[in-house]
Structure formats: structure tokens, C-alpha cells
């Protein structure tokens, strides 16, 4: 189904994901996820929160061509997906994965070589990339001269550098303090309203997932499976004053009753399986 | 959560500021003097009988004296031979091989063992037999100093590779990477500190076995001269001659050390 200009409506589509890993030591293989299905328009963002080990980052693999599902396919612009594309899709991991043996620019740099962009190009791009993220002071500092919220930063400079239509964020605030995660949240929402990109975000942040997204994937305890989807209609950028509003907190507390079931049953099954 | 501290060989230790190295480079030359006192005192007072060891003035005279006359040149050729062609051979076979072993998780999990246990071995113990195929000539001494070498460098290079941080590799494949970029982006200057520790090692000892080589059998080379005064009661000439297998450690360790920096990118 191709919209006029032959693009298609959805960007990203996932048709009955499940997929089973298998288990470390000879025991039952377990499965991550259950026939998962969802649809992401152009230029929207979604996130997917869930407890811990409700497959929420295997899904984002398999859209993003890490991991081939068991059953079902990831399709990206009408294409099945069958490995990484570099062209559509960018990432940003928990870690920055920055190279500690390269500077700040040219940690951009290689992504960019990677991608396969011109010589000649990669430097004037990476340098617009870093003073997106006001980063251009840093351009000849190591990593190990930076703070975590600026190693992120980096890293998400490294992904706008890409220019990928997709952006895809697996807990790219794990390693973060709460303060830097919040600013570091905000300038996200800024920079995205006008990059006009289609993001998924992998979180474990009630607060992130509601101040980021656009719509907010609730997944259930293992096997994962999409329990809820939570819509929240307020536009981009989002402001400081929209994180102390009353929506704010009204969302956020809807969220928590839907997820607080799936992480109870989640730990009960861990112990069930420690016993 | 384990955040942070994904960076691989970045090592900051010994990064001092600039007096911190004077500093350090005043204290290592403080405990030099200090040494060549103490060798003094001992030898002067009789403490040590200067039979056995003469006095370091006698020493350095002795050791000037073979410098300038180039009385050491033949030894000195012979083991310099030797070495310039154990070490480069004990360098490309320690990392080749290194890094075939690691090019799979299998071949990483059966072979590092093997390579460890037969590193385990003294292989001093099989100077005889590669005397005896090569005879006494640098040969022998050749085939000791590179398998000496081969494989601290070899084990290096697989835990070099193997070490990897995973994270590295997915940014990589994500962005498309290819094998040979993979290779020369991420491996190799991810492997690379441990890799050169590796080699510091294996040069280190390449030497020693072909100074060791030489003192038990051999015709030439400044083990065997050292060997050579020491049965002929020479003591002041043989220490001279120590004296020249030192610097030469010295140098090839300042080298070494050196080029681990520049690769620090300090």
C-alpha cells in the first residue's frame, strides 16, 4: 500500500515477530517474543518500555537487522529485513561505544567511512553533526576526557551524521545520572522536532518514554507481547513546562498501572525460577 | 548496568605532568648512582673479595677499551645477527599465528590452552636436541630466540583480539562496516597495546635465550665471551662485557617503551 510519492505510509512494519533464544545450558529454549505486531508512520516516535526481559530490545534488533526473528519479518519502506542497513538506520547503544583510541570527530568520522560516504565529505558532515549537539569545542578531545552525558551526546551526534530516515535507541540513558538524563531528554526532543526522524526508543524511564514519545508500546513479562499502546498528544519539542504539567503526571501514573502488573509477574517468575 | 568504563587500553597510568617526569626521571638515575655507589663501597672496602668482582672504575676502563680498540665488534656482530633475525621471525609468527588462532571463537577456546601449556614448558630443555640438529653455530641460537619469543607475543595477540569489546563490533556492523575496515578500524588499534606488550616480552626473551644460547654452547658472541673470561679468571673483561649486554637491553627496552607511547597517541 504506497501513498502517492510511492513511499509508504508505515516506515516501519513488524508482521508476527516471535522469536526464541536458545538456552544457555541444554534447558527449555526461551521465548522473548510472541507474535508481535505494530506499524510506525514516518516521522513519529515511539517507545517500547517493559520489565526487564520482555524482549523489547530483541525487537528493536530484529527491526534494525541484528537479529533474524525465529518467525515473522521486520519490514523497513515495504522491504523484509535481512541485515543492517546502514543507509536507513542508525543506532545509538546503552553504552556510547565511542573508540577510545580516536578524538571526538574522528569517532563521527568513522561511522561515516563505515557508511561509505566520500573522504572528502566525512569531515565537514561530522563537524555539523557535533555543533548540533554543541559539542564542537570537543572536537579534538578523547573520550576519556568526556562525561558520560557527553559520550552520549557524541554518540548521538555519530547517528544524526548518518542522515538515516530511522533512528534506533537501545536505554541510551542507562549509564546516565538522573539530572543529565532529564537535559540530555530535553535536548533530544528539541533536536529531533526538527531532524523530523522516526525513532524507537528502548527505555526503562516512565519519564523519558513519556516526554520523548509520541506513542509508548507497553510490553507484557515474557513472552513479550504488546499489551497497551499509550498515545500522547502534545507536540515537539516539549518543554520543562510540560514535565511538571498535570498531564504529565496523569500519563505517567496511567503508564505505571499498566506496567507495575507485567513487573510484578515478571520478578515472581524469576523467583519461580531461582526456587 | 555496566555503564561507563567500556574503553579498552586506555591506559592513563604513568601519564605524569612534566615535572612529575623530571621527578621520575631524577629518582630512576637516583637509584643508578646509587646502585654504582654501593658496587663501589663493597669493592673498595674488600667486602666482596675484587677477585670476584672488580672495582666499576676498572670496569669502564676495560669496557672503553674494547669499545674503541672494536676488539667487541666480532661478538657483537654475531649476536646482533642472531637477534635481528630471531626477533622479527619470533614478531611475524607470534602475531600471525595469533591472529589465526583468534579469527574464530572455536579456534580461540581449544588453541589458547595449547599455546599457554607448551609456553608452560621450559624450553631451555630442548637447547640439546637443536644443537645437535643445527649445530653450534647461530643457528641453534636462532631457532631458541624465536620460539622463545614466538609466544608470549602469539598469546598476547589472541587475548588482544579476543578482547574486543562486543560493543565495538555491533557499532560497526550497524554502520556497515566492512571486513577490512573492521579489521584496521577496531581490531587492530583495539589489540594493538596488548599486542606490543606482547612483543616487548617476546623480544625481551628472543635476547635472552640467544645470550643464554650462547653461554652454554657456542664460539662466538658476547655470551660465549662472557663465559669465556669467566673460565679464564678475567673477571674485569667479563664484566665489561656485561656491561654491553645490559646497554643493549637497555636500549631495546627505552625503544619498545617508546614506541608503546607514540602508540598511546600521548
Known sequence: MGTPDGTHEHLVRVEDVSHRFPAPEGGKDVLALDAVNMEIKHGEMVSFIGPSGCGKSTLLNVIGGMISPTSGAALVNGQAVSGPLPKQIAYIFQESALLPWASVLDNIKVGLEFQGVLKEERESVASAALRAVGLEAFATSYPHQLSGGMKQRVALARALSLRTDILLMDEPFAALDEQTRMIFGEDLSRLLASERKTIILVTHSLAEAVLLSDRIFVFTSRPGRIKAVLTIDEPHPRTPAFMTSQRFSALRNELYDLLRDEVLAAIGKDRQGLS | ?266
Not at chain 2, 635472552?208 to 654452547?217: C, H, M, N, P, R
Not at chain 2, 664484566?239 to 649486554?245: E, K, N, S, T
Request: charged share 10%; proline share 5%; glycine share 10%.
Open chain 2, 1 to 266: 548496568m555496566s555503564g561507563a568504563a567500556a574503553g579498552m587500553g586506555e591506559g592513563v597510568t604513568g601519564r605524569l605532568s612534566r615535572r612529575g617526569r623530571w621527578l621520575s626521571f631524577l629518582t630512576k638515575l637516583g637509584v643508578f648512582v646509587m646502585l654504582m655507589l654501593l658496587w663501589h663501597a663493597v669493592t673498595v672496602t674488600e667486602i666482596v673479595s675484587p677477585f670476584f668482582l672488580p672495582q666499576p672504575g676498572a670496569v669502564m676502563t676495560v669496557f672503553w677499551r674494547i669499545l674503541s680498540s672494536g676488539r667487541a665488534w666480532p661478538d657483537v656482530s654475531v649476536t646482533f645477527f642472531e637477534f635481528a633475525v630471531a626477533g622479527p621471525l619470533a614478531v611475524v609468527t607470534g602475531i600471525f599465528g595469533g591472529y589465526l588462532i583468534s579469527m574464530t571463537r572455536y579456534s580461540t577456546i581449544v588453541l589458547e590452552p595449547v599455546v599457554s601449556s607448551l609456553y608452560a614448558i621450559p624450553i631451555i630443555i630442548f637447547y640439546p636436541i637443536s644443537i645437535m640438529a643445527l649445530g653450534i653455530g647461530p643457528e641453534s641460537k636462532i631457532a631458541h630466540g624465536a620460539l622463545f619469543g614466538f609466544f608470549p607475543i602469539c598469546l598476547n595477540t589472541i587475548q588482544g583480539f579476543s578482547g574486543v569489546d562486543a560493543i565495538y563490533l555491533r557499532m560497526a556492523r550497524s554502520t556497515g562496516a566492512t571486513k577490512a575496515q573492521l579489521l584496521r578500524r577496531i581490531l587492530i588499534p583495539a589489540a594493538a597495546p596488548t599486542i606490543l606488550n606482547g612483543v616487548r616480552l617476546g623480544l625481551m626473551l628472543c635476547f635472552l635465550a640467544i645470550i643464554g644460547g650462547e653461554t652454554i654452547a657456542s664460539l662466538e658472541g658476547l655470551g660465549h665471551r662472557i663465559v669465556w673470561y669467566a673460565e679464564g679468571m678475567q673477571m674485569t673483561n667479563m664484566f665489561a662485557y656485561i656491561v654491553f649486554v645490559i646497554l643493549i637491553a637497555a636500549v631495546m627496552n627505552i625503544c619498545l617503551s617508546l614506541l608503546e607511547l607514540r602508540r598511546r597517541g600521548a
